[in-house]
């Protein structure tokens, strides 16, 4: 979303939002000359709201909403959606007062138009009006943009944000991405929404999973935990989005479910109380009697029973990421992920050439083996190549997992 600030020293009205890589900002309008402090400043506080209850229709689309029916989410969803049509004309004519009284929209959007028509209206500046009405009309365009899958130009900073459904359109570009670049292009944080991110992410974790517990000879559900053996990582969700695609979820399922009920608890609801207190009710009963986890309980147990060490949680815009410990568990060692060309430090590759080196130090011709590498058809996932063995400072070795 857009945030609007009055630069008091140039008295000029800006506009700033996320690019997923830093801030931009854009002058907007020139504020009249002897204008309070006060009213400014209420001007940008009450942009800053539309564009929030605005960018807050991409996030929560109606789409992604369980019903449809008369007076249900979806409804009031997509009653916000189409206040956009009005938007622009509650800037120039909002409701003012008359005899005492008031016109108050339920709808968000409608209602903080008409807060900004009135703190226009208090103004009394045309040419300010007028700039302003272009900004928002960009801002609107620019969710619109957004909803078509497109984050280019004013529509990037949804890259910054968090929504309950992935665009189809995105899905594809960030498994592509990620196809070609396990490690993740700087594409991923500056072009592709972080739901479609994590669902790629997903399905690509799945596929390193499956392979990598071909050779470690463990359930492929199991990867990432053992990963977190060798540096501590937020595992649980990774691991959650494995058990629920083992079941048949697919990875939009598995991932947008958890995006969505994580959405609702940070709006102060809990999605399903009832299972939420089968599974406290269930978590002593799987615990040791010592407490501590144990890696065939499902993921949400061992977070009951208490983490070795406490890892970060995972957010949507983070989760692509996680996909990378599949690999470590196969018998590598750390792996970073940004930037894209760090390896590990103390990792030996059978050819000779060390995981540490420059690009530029390596011979003509040489490339790094992948530890595993998958590729997607119609029809699933398989294996497209397996490295020769790989020795690795733990002592792990793809042929038996031994540990040094």
């Known amino acids: 979303m857009a945030r609007y600030a009055v630069d008091h020293r140039r008295n000029v009205l800006i506009a700033s939002w996320n690019t997923g890589s830093g801030d931009t900002a854009v002058d907007v309008a020139d504020m009249p000359a002897g204008i309070s402090s006060h009213d400014a400043l209420n001007l940008a506080r009450t942009l800053t709201q539309l564009s929030d209850a605005c960018w807050r229709c991409y996030t929560h689309p109606a789409s992604a909403a369980g ?57 009394n500046a045309a040419e300010l009006t007028t700039r302003v009405t272009i900004d928002v009309g960009a801002e609107l365009a620019a969710i619109e943009q957004a909803e078509l899958g497109n984050l280019s130009e004013r529509a990037r900073q ?11 359109v995105q899905v594809a570009q960030a498994s592509s991405l990620l196809h070609d670049n396990p490690f993740g292009p700087e594409a991923l944080f500056t072009e592709i929404d972080p739901a479609a991110a994590a669902v790629a992410a997903a399905h690509w974790l799945d596929a390193a999973a499956t392979i990598t517990a071909e050779y470690a000879r463990f359930p492929a559900t199991q990867v990432v935990v053992e990963a977190d053996n ?22 939009r399922q598995a991932v947008m479910s958890l995006i969505r009920d994580a959405l609702r608890v940070a709006e102060g609801e809990i999605p399903d109380i009832t299972a939420l207190q089968q599974r406290i009710a269930a978590a002593p009963s799987s615990c040791s009697t010592s407490g501590a986890r144990t890696s065939a309980s ?22 692509w990421r996680i996909y990378l410990a ?64 790989l020795q690795c400072n733990g002592g792990f070795r793809h042929s038996g997992i031994a540990r040094g």
């Not at 916000?80 to 409701?95: C, G, H, K, Q, Y």
């Not at 540096?231 to 695609?245: D, N």
């Not at 499902?298 to 989760?319: D, H, K």
């Open 67 to 123: 019903s449809h029916e008369p007076n249900s989410e979806g409804e009031r969803r997509q009653e916000e959606r189409d206040a956009f049509t009005s938007v622009l004309t509650a800037l120039t004519n909002p409701n003012l007062p008359t005899d005492g009284h008031m016109i108050q929209s339920y709808i968000r959007v409608e209602e903080a138009a008409h807060q900004v028509g009135r703190a226009l209206h208090a103004l």
């Open 158 to 168: 949804a890259v910054a944000l968090t929504r309950e459904d992935a665009s189809p």
């Open 230 to 251: 060798i540096e501590a990582l937020p595992h649980e969700a990774p691991t959650l989005i494995l058990e629920r695609m083992a079941d048949g979820a697919t990875p």
């Open 298 to 319: 499902p993921a949400w147990t061992r977070s009951a029973c208490g983490s070795r060490r406490w890892t970060p949680p995972v957010l949507p815009s983070t989760f």
């Open 326 to 389: 599949a690999f470590v568990a196969a018998g590598c060692c750390t792996l970073k992920t940004r930037p894209s060309s760090t390896r590990p430090k103390t990792s030996t590759m059978r050819n000779g050439i060390s995981a540490a080196q420059p690009r530029s130090s390596r011979k003509s011709g040489q490339k790094l083996p992948l530890i595993a590498s998958a590729s997607c058809s119609a029809t699933g996932c398989h294996r497209a190549r397996v490295p020769p063995r």
